[in-house]
């Protein structure tokens, strides 16, 4: 188990610039998930905390060493690679053994480690086979596997997950969840999928365009995303957004859409302000098409069994999609009514930014 | 609108029309033929009848000559003609082979022929050796992150272009009594050196230009071997822990070996067949210090005033049996290969 700290790191491949000031404290024992779309700098962040990659200025310390100049090997780290990078022509055994023969440990210690770490992720009767041999699911194993008989400070994981199929991608998804709170192990895992990330960390850190767009507990950035970027990010489906503009209503202020005055939740705003309201789908509520703030027509119907997805267009054009509960009958084409809870309602100012709530 | 869609397709179409006229004429002549064959022998005759052409070339130029290649080698005199040769069943063979010790060429009744195995199998033994490791270490260097890679890629490639004899002749132009490495060293105060006529360094520089001359094939050969190697087993190799030559040893290797393997083998029947660049080079000499086989067949039968046609085509055939050989084993080998990457 080790303390991770990251102070104003940076990374440049010549004039491009692809990771910003990046500050980050990752605590003992922490599931840390670094998610965000491709090119955001997730893996780069987690190379360079490896040390495959050198940090073009900042501080990266580990149980407060600084270790910017410390080589990837003396770290005390191990990495879960996408592919794997499994020796193809070396025995599972012996991929497991390669990294412990390295520090010269006493062969039966590196034996007993070996098969502890194979019991642990059932790859026992697969010691022998070359990694050819083995399904995805098996080689993501015997990749975990390599990184756990080093016992390292920090787990780091590449997209561990991205080459199983969906069904196995859920197992294995719960075995590492499992396996963390086991080897109370310190992990990073980057990602591109918010379900993952939802589900396995203890904190994600979302990063947009090599910064950090918010740090904070899967639910945390639920209820409370720090923007428009990290409230899209995160949840599935993806938040819907209207654009509005404040107006003076009875009580308070209010937005006008679509005719109809909609209440805001209390929000310290003048009168007059370019806003954006977010809803995520499963807090707008369907009604008859007289009574919503918002008409939707229906562009596709997702019948899941236990709710299902509505996705419509506004009259204004825009994309939203709510979800009803149960078995709903809706037919494409139809036009239906969309109420927004003001509680629900997550307000963004023109830049983006949430706007706090009163 | 659609006039000038029509206009434009029109255009096109046209260039189109006579950028294929070629091709259209050629598959209007083929086509009454082609259709009469097609009748003739049926869909599932046509490879054959597509192969036949370079079945009829390669049997007018290899299989018939290797054919009457071992009858010559059945048969004795110095007539060209096969009818007015005489049949001496396995004498030339026997000829050839007869040895009190095969280590001393001069105790051979062919010595000149034993003589040229004795330098064919030095010079195989040693080209093939530096030539593999050199190959290997260019390769290694090749593939690193450097400036200009492609450049440098190109200089060591760029021997393997030249016709064997161009390289026997810019070479002996370097080499010989007045040629330009002479010429450098006495601008040193160095002493002139017969380079091409002393036996060793006759030798040693007939191993350096052949090698000068296909490094660069088999270099590429390798440096494709070694960038098919993922870079994150040397990413995984770099967080386990693992030191650069054990990298080397334990994870390049292995995964080289292939290509490695391929290497070998072919650099082996190349040097087995070595003749244009070293006759250009030293012409055999001095003596016969790098008369090699090939050269020695030559000789025999062709240049010889005595043209021993028979004893010729006997040694002939012995190199062509090693020759398959090393051939068998190298498909072997990529067969395993291929079966290996099957599973």
């Known amino acids: 188990m080790s303390h991770l700290v990251l102070r104003q790191v940076t990374k440049e491949y010549g004039a491009v610039r692809v990771l910003h000031c990046i500050d980050l404290e990752v605590g003992n024992g922490e599931f840390v998930v670094f998610v965000g779309p491709s090119g955001c700098g997730k893996s780069t962040l987690l190379r360079t905390i490896a040390g495959l990659e050198r940090a073009s200025s900042g501080e990266i310390r580990l149980d407060d060493r600084l270790v910017n100049d410390v080589s990837a090997a003396d770290r005390g780290l191990a990495m879960v690679f996408q592919s794997y990078a499994l020796y193809p022509h070396m025995s599972v055994r012996q991929n497991l053994a390669f990294g412990l023969e390295n520090s010269r440990m006493p062969r039966d210690e590196i034996d007993r480690r070996v098969t502890e770490a194979a019991k642990m992720l059932l790859i026992e009767p697969l010691l022998n086979r070359k990694p050819r041999q083995l399904s995805g699911g098996q080689r993501q194993r015997v990749a975990i596997g390599r990184a756990i008989v080093r016992r390292p400070g920090i787990f780091l994981l590449d997209e561990p997950l991205s080459n199983l199929d969906a069904e196995l991608r859920v197992v294995m998804r719960a075995e590492l969840a499992a396996l963390h709170k086991r080897l109370s192990a310190t992990m990073i895992y980057v990602t591109h999928d918010q379900t993952e990330a939802m589900t396995l960390a203890d904190r994600i850190v979302v990063l947009r365009d090599g910064r950090i767009e918010q740090v904070g507990t899967p639910l945390d950035l639920y209820n409370n995303p720090a923007n428009r970027f990290v409230a899209g990010f995160i949840g599935s489906p993806r938040m819907n957004f209207i654009e509005a503009e404040t107006i003076p209503i009875a009580g308070g202020v209010g937005v006008q859409v679509n005719g109809k005055q909609q209440r805001l939740p209390h929000l310290d705003l003048a009168p007059g302000s370019k806003i954006v309201l977010g809803i995520r789908p499963h807090s707008a509520t369907v009604t008859e098409i007289d009574q919503g703030t918002i008409p939707l027509e229906l562009t596709l119907v997702e019948q899941l069994g236990a709710e299902t997805i509505l996705h419509g267009k506004t009259d204004r054009g825009e994309i939203f999609t709510v979800s009803a509960p149960g078995q709903g009958r809706f037919s494409m084409g139809e036009r239906i009514g969309i109420a927004l809870p003001p509680e629900d309602l997550h307000v963004f100012n023109a830049e983006g930014q949430a706007l706090p709530r009163g | 609108m659609s006039t000038i869609t029509g206009e434009r397709g029109g255009q096109a179409s046209s260039l189109s029309s006579m950028l294929t006229l070629p091709f259209r004429f050629l598959m209007g002549v083929l086509n009454a033929p082609m259709s009469f064959l097609q009748r003739r022998f049926g869909i599932g005759g046509m490879g054959a009848v597509f192969l036949a052409p370079n079945m009829l070339i390669f049997s007018v130029f290899v299989l018939i000559p290797v054919a009457i290649n071992f009858a010559y080698s059945l048969t004795g005199g110095t007539a060209i003609f ?70 440098w890629r190109g200089v060591f490639f760029f021997p393997v272009l030249l016709s064997p004899v161009v390289v026997g002749l810019i070479w002996k132009w370097i080499l010989q009594r007045d040629g330009l490495l002479n010429a450098i060293l006495m601008d040193f105060g160095f002493e002139r050196t017969l380079w091409l006529a002393e036996r060793s360094w006759a030798m040693f520089w007939a191993i350096f230009v052949s090698i000068w001359a296909h490094l660069g094939f088999y270099a590429l050969i390798l440096l494709a071997g070694l960038q098919a190697i993922p870079r994150d087993l040397y990413e995984a190799a770099m967080m386990d822990g693992t030191g650069r030559m054990r990298t080397f040893w334990r994870i390049t290797l292995p995964l080289l070996w292939p290509n490695l393997l391929v290497v070998i083998i072919l650099a082996l029947i190349k040097a087995v067949q070595i003749f244009d660049e070293a006759f250009v080079l030293t012409g055999g000499g001095p003596g016969t210090s790098t008369m090699f086989i090939t050269q020695y067949i030559y000789e025999t039968g062709f240049a010889h005033v005595l043209r021993n046609l028979g004893l010729a085509s006997a040694a002939s055939i012995l190199m062509g049996i090693v020759l398959v050989g090393l051939t068998a084993l190298q498909l072997g080998v ?10």
């Open chain 2, 82 to 151: 096969f009818d007015d040769r005489h049949f001496v069943g396995l004498g030339q063979y026997q000829t050839l082979l007869t040895c009190s010790d095969y280590t001393t060429p001069s105790t051979c009744l062919q010595d000149a022929f034993w003589q040229s195995v004795h330098n064919t199998a030095f010079f195989v033994i040693a080209q093939v050796t530096v030539l593999v490791l050199v190959s290997l270490g260019t390769a290694l260097v090749l593939n690193r992150e450097m400036r200009a890679r492609g450049f």
């Open chain 2, 334 to 343: 990529s067969n395993r290969r291929a079966r290996k990457e099957a599973v």
